[in-house]
C-alpha cells in the first residue's frame, strides 16, 4: 500500500494554504530545492563543460524519460523529455500525420485544451490538412474513414471528464487512423496505460500533477511501432543519430532519441528529477484509488453544503480524472474569495470553480476545510464585494 501521509510529508506545503490547484502547477518537492542546489554547487560550478559527460546532463532527457514511463503504462527507452508541451504536440502531430499520407483530417474536440487546438490549426495549415473540432461526446461518431489522426487530451482541463483511451485508440485504428494522446491532466493523476490502450503518439507536461517546478520540461511517447519511423518535422541537432559529427545533413536518431531538438534544460531536468523521487513507492491502483476517495467526498460534501453551485463534472468516477468543477454564476468573485480565505483552485471562464486533488499531499482534511470555506463564503455571500470581482490581466 503507498503511504500518502509520506508522500504528502514530500511537499513543501505553505502554512494556512489549502492547495487544490496543483493541476495547473504542482508544489515543490523539498528534494528538488536541495537536489538543484547540490547540481548548482557541484556540477555547474566545478564541471563546466565537462558536466554533459560526467554529471549526465546529456543523457538526462531520457533517464528522467524512463522515470516518467512507469508512470503512463510505457516502457524503459521509449519517452524523452524536452521543451514545453505545446512543442511536444506539434512534433507528435506532424509526426502521426506523415504516417498517414493520403489523408488530412485531424479530429479533436471542444473540450482540448486551446493551445493544442491552436497548434493543431497552424501545422493544419501549413501542410494542407483539415482540423475537424466536435463536442467531446461526439467523438467516437465523427471518427470516419477519412482520418489521419485523432488528437485527445484524456482528461479535460475544466470538467475533469476523463475521454475511454481504449475504446477510442480501437475506434481510431479499426478507422486506419492514428490516435495521440495528451496526459497533460492525466500523468500522475490517474492510472493511464498507454501501452494497454495500443496507443500510437502521447505528449504530457510535468509542472503539474508531477510537480517539476514552473516551466519543467515536456515529455513524448512514440510506440515503438512507429519509434524508426516517425519523421521529425522540428530536426533539430540533439535528435541528430551523431550530434557530435556535425554533419550538414540530418539523419534521424533511432527511436525516441530523435524527437529530441536542441540543448535539454539541465537545471530544470534536475528540479524534475528529484520530483518524481516521490513516486518510486507510489502504486498506480493506489493512486487512482486516493484519487477517487477524495473527489468523491468533495462532491458530496459540496452537494449538502453548497446548494448555489452546480456540478460540472462526470459524476461517475470512472468517467472523471482528478478534478473536480462546479459552476457558479459569479464564479471568478467566488474563487477569489475562497483565495483570500486560504483556499486555493482557480477559476475558468466563464462561470467555473476548479478544483484539483493531488493524492501525492491532499488528504481527506483538505477536502473538509475546502468545503466548509466555501459554503461558509457561499451562504454569508462574502464573496460579493468589489475587490473580488476586479479581474486582473493575469491571475
Ligand atoms: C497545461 C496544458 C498545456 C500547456 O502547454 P505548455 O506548452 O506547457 O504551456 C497544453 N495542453 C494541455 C492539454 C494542457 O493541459
Request: hydrophobic content about 45%; some cysteine.
Amino acid at each position: 500500500m503507498t503511504d500518502f501521509a509520506a508522500t504528502r510529508r514530500a511537499f513543501h506545503l505553505p502554512q494556512g494554504i489549502t492547495y487544490l490547484d496543483g493541476n495547473s502547477l504542482g508544489p515543490m518537492p523539498v528534494a528538488a530545492s536541495e537536489r538543484v542546489a547540490r547540481m548548482m554547487a557541484e556540477e555547474w560550478s566545478e564541471m563546466l563543460i565537462t558536466g554533459w559527460n560526467k554529471a549526465g546532463w546529456y543523457v538526462q532527457p531520457r533517464k528522467v524519460g524512463d522515470r516518467i514511463a512507469r508512470l503512463i503504462g510505457a516502457g524503459p527507452g521509449q519517452v524523452v523529455m524536452g521543451d514545453t508541451l505545446s512543442i511536444k504536440v506539434f512534433q507528435a502531430l506532424s509526426a502521426a500525420l506523415a504516417l498517414r499520407p493520403g489523408r488530412r483530417v485531424i479530429l479533436s474536440d471542444s473540450g482540448n485544451f486551446p493551445s493544442d487546438l491552436y497548434v493543431a490549426e497552424g501545422l493544419a495549415r501549413a501542410v494542407g490538412a483539415e482540423l475537424r473540432v466536435v463536442a467531446p461526446e461526439e467523438v467516437e461518431a465523427a471518427i470516419t474513414g477519412d482520418l489521419a489522426v485523432l488528437m485527445l487530451t484524456e482528461v479535460d482541463y475544466r470538467t475533469g471528464r476523463r475521454h475511454d483511451m481504449a475504446a477510442l485508440t480501437t475506434r481510431a485504428h479499426d478507422a486506419g487512423a492514428l490516435a495521440l494522446w495528451d496526459l497533460a491532466h492525466s500523468a500522475g493523476a490517474v492510472d493511464v496505460d498507454l501501452t494497454g490502450a495500443d496507443a500510437d503518439f502521447a505528449v504530457g507536461c510535468t509542472y503539474k500533477y508531477l510537480n517539476g517546478g514552473p516551466g519543467a520540461p515536456a515529455f513524448i511517447w512514440t510506440h515503438p511501432r512507429h519509434a524508426d519511423a516517425a519523421q521529425p518535422i522540428l530536426q533539430g541537432w540533439m535528435g541528430h543519430d551523431a550530434p557530435f559529427a556535425f554533419d550538414l545533413g540530418y539523419r534521424p536518431a533511432p527511436g525516441i532519441e530523435r524527437m529530441r531538438v536542441g540543448t535539454p534544460p539541465v537545471i530544470a531536468l534536475t528540479a524534475l528529477d528529484a520530483a518524481l523521487d516521490v513516486w518510486d513507492d507510489v502504486g498506480l491502483a493506489d493512486l487512482r484509488a486516493r484519487s477517487i476517495e477524495l473527489t468523491e467526498a468533495f462532491i458530496a460534501g459540496v452537494e449538502a453544503a453548497c446548494p448555489d453551485v452546480v456540478l460540472n463534472s462526470p459524476r461517475d468516477p470512472a468517467r472523471r480524472g482528478s478534478q473536480v468543477s462546479f459552476r457558479h454564476p459569479q464564479g471568478y468573485a467566488v474563487m477569489q474569495a475562497l483565495i483570500a480565505a486560504g483556499v486555493i483552485g482557480d477559476f475558468r471562464a466563464p462561470d467555473v470553480l476548479r478544483f484539483g486533488f493531488a493524492p501525492l499531499y491532499n488528504d481527506l482534511d483538505d477536502v473538509g476545510r475546502a468545503v466548509d470555506a466555501l459554503a461558509r463564503i457561499l451562504r454569508d455571500g462574502s464573496w460579493n464585494v468589489e475587490r473580488f470581482q476586479q479581474r486582473a490581466a493575469v491571475t
